[in-house]
Nanobody, 120 residues
Framework: VQLQASGGGLVQPGGSLRLSCAAS????????MGWYRQAPGKSRELVAG???????NYADSVKDRFTISRNNAKNTAYLQMNSLKAEDTAVYYC???????????????WGQGTLVTVSS
């Protein structure tokens, strides 16, 4: 299974970015998809996750600013980031909890990191 992440970059404070994460390969079902992030000198933290049924969870620091969604038919998740702040600067890693085959246990897969820099 491969996760192709895209959408990072440089944005000014208050701006917006949209991250995408597309999964491909040996996929029977994807349970949860989402993003973690890691800022310089800090540990990795969960940003947002979404289940196949559309239930979402967010870190308190991004609630009301970030919105996660997914297209199950395309095995793709999206993270719309609005009102970005300097403290959102980090490498963002998408993940997917994938069931590879019927009766298989879920495995977590990671995309390559996407750098988001919020700076004027």
């Amino acid at each position: 299974v491969q996760l192709q992440a895209s959408g990072g970059g440089l944005v000014q404070p208050g701006g917006s970015l949209r991250l995408s994460c597309a999964a491909s390969g040996s996929i029977y079902r994807i349970n949860t998809m989402g993003w973690y992030r890691q800022a310089p000198g800090k540990s990795r933290e969960l940003v947002a996750g979404i289940t196949a049924g559309g239930n979402t969870n967010y870190a308190d620091s991004v609630k009301d600013r970030f919105t996660i969604s997914r297209n199950n038919a395309k095995n793709t998740a999206y993270l719309q980031m609005n009102s970005l702040k300097a403290e959102d600067t980090a490498v963002y890693y998408c993940y997917a909890d994938v069931v590879n085959a019927l009766f298989s246990t879920p495995r977590k897969y990671w995309g390559q990191g996407t750098l988001v820099t919020v700076s004027s």
